[in-house]
T-cell receptor, first 113, second 116 residues
């Protein structure tokens, strides 16, 4: 089955710097890759997603890139702000009967003011 | 619109006891998922309902876990008897469809289960 690995597990950056979180997946048939953000004490929320027919997608300060050949995708946050501090989860969706998401282990991002 | 709601938010029980978690998905969402996150690890898939039917329960750890979704509305996840390794945060999520622009998963806030 699908397996998603996420790195790093923790990331500390200075406010204004960029942050990059990387994920790799194992099932080449996976076709949908969302990123969720979970702030302390809150529910995970979708912040951006990308489909397998697209190489890059951007939404203001966040962007996601996908390399299907290498089976990896990355989240890029530019001009980080303290409110970006949270746990970020990547996920991949294999093509099966339930279209369930397979998540990475999460990255705790701390943006230092 | 009301989001996915889960009850209770926290539960502390002793090993061997029974606990039932409840999830109310967003109204009209046919797809309901249960996930679990053990501290520091991935959000792991448990099972998927389409309306009242179990579409995929390949992630259920063992037969101590029983999920139901009678009537295709809210769902319950019962753990009986609970073991120490069942501790974690149990998330419920729902979505209206499986593909296209409405496939986004909406998560509940989770139930923090602690088995002592």
């Amino acid at each position: 089955g699908e397996n998603v690995e996420q790195h790093p597990s923790t990331l500390s950056v200075q406010e204004g710097d960029s942050a990059v979180i990387k994920c790799t997946y194992s099932d080449s048939a996976s076709n949908y890759f969302p990123w969720y953000k979970q702030e302390l004490g809150k529910r995970p929320q979708l912040i951006i997603d990308i489909r397998s027919n697209v190489g890059e997608k951007k939404d203001q300060r966040i962007a996601v890139t996908l390399n299907k050949t290498a089976k990896h995708f990355s989240l890029h946050i530019t001009e980080t702000q303290p409110e970006d501090s949270a746990v970020y989860f990547c996920a991949a969706r294999p093509v099966d009967s339930s279209y369930k998401l397979i998540f990475g282990s999460g990255t705790r991002l701390l943006v230092r003011p | 619109e009301a989001g996915v709601t889960q009850f209770p938010s926290h539960s502390v029980i002793e090993k061997g006891q029974t606990v039932t978690l409840r999830c109310d998905p967003i109204s009209g969402h046919d797809n309901l998922y249960w996930y679990r996150r053990v501290m520091g690890k991935e959000i792991k898939f448990l099972l998927h309902f389409v309306k009242e039917s179990k579409q995929d329960e390949s992630g259920m750890p063992n037969n101590r876990f029983l999920a139901e979704r009678t009537g295709g509305t809210y769902s319950t996840l019962k753990v009986q008897p609970a073991e120490l390794e069942d501790s974690g945060v149990y998330f419920c999520a729902s979505s209206p469809t499986l593909w296209g622009t409405n496939e986004k998963l909406f998560f509940g806030s989770g139930t923090q289960l602690s088995v002592l």
